[in-house]
Every structure is written in structure tokens, then in C-alpha cells.
């Protein structure tokens, strides 16, 4: 396996994840990896590779950390994008919105100091988590509502594909 304590390109990134289709004991290790706050190299390069895992390998493998996950994306002290969590919290189905992430994207998507790339998940997801809820919908509406107009593109599109999933 590729030494994940190197700058890595996609392609490697990619090649790394489709080798881990169906190995659940690389795929926890993987997971162990990017837990480790003391090498963030490491625990970028291992949340990047697990972002890009099949959606049925993260199902299977994934869903049963969701609360890890979770805690991960809203800690204040996450050592490398939370973008990565969020994007592979975005691909695993839920069937209840989980409060706690809920809570801190609707805080957060007008958040300035989250990145683009962060801020255009958590809506992503708030709308997901909103959409069998009318009162949760109408909140997030709110929340998008008070965002800037000038918003770069990716948040400009995350909120009209939220608009569009919510209002349905």
C-alpha cells in the first residue's frame, strides 16, 4: 500500500480506495488512520481515500461510525478539512437527522471562517436531514435566506439544489 505520509495525487487516491473494495479490515484501518490527530498528512490522506470509497463499501463499512464521524465533523479541533468528513457523511443513508450535526450546519453554513467546499456540504446535508420535517425545512430556508448574495459559486448551487430538494 501507498505510504499515506507523502503528498498524494487523486489518481493515487483513487487507485488506493478501489483497492480497499470489500476489505474490511483495511478499510477500519484506514478509518483508525484518519483518526490520528498527530499526523494530519496521514489523517487527510486517509479521510480523502475514504471519501472516495464505493457508496455500498461505505454503507457497509462506514454507517456503523457514524457517530464517530459526526463527532469528528463538528470538533473544533479536526486536523485537516472538515469537508472530508462531511462529504462522506453526505454519501451514508440515515433514516433520522442526527441533532447534534443538524445543529452545527445550520450554525455553521454562514460560517465564514469554514471553507467553501465545508459550508457547501452542510447544506447539502442540512437540507437532507430537513426534508421529511416541514418545520426543519422552513428553518433552514430561514438560515439560507440570511446568507450573502454574493456567495461563491458552490454555495450558490448548493443552496438552489437545497431549495429544490427541500421544496419537493
Known sequence: MTSLD??????????????????ECDIEAMFTLMKQADNPRVAYNAAWVLSHLSQEDKRIYLLPHYGELVDMATSAGL????????????DLPTNEPNGKLLDFCL??????????????????????????????????????????????????AAKRNALKLIQK
Do not use: T, W
Not at 6 to 23: E, P, Y
Open 107 to 156: 450554525i455553521h453554513l454562514a460560517d465564514s471562517k469554514e471553507s467553501d467546499g465545508s459550508r457547501s456540504v452542510m447544506i447539502k446535508l442540512a437540507a437532507k436531514m430537513c426534508k421529511p420535517y416541514p418545520e426543519l425545512c422552513k428553518e433552514l430556508m430561514l438560515c439560507l435566506d440570511m446568507m450573502p448574495q454574493d456567495s461563491s459559486p458552490s454555495i450558490a
Open 6 to 23: 507523502v503528498r498524494l495525487s487523486k489518481s493515487q487516491i483513487m487507485a488506493i480506495a478501489g483497492n480497499l473494495h470489500h476489505d
Open 79 to 90: 486536523c485537516f478539512r472538515r469537508g472530508l468528513i462531511l462529504a462522506i457523511l453526505a
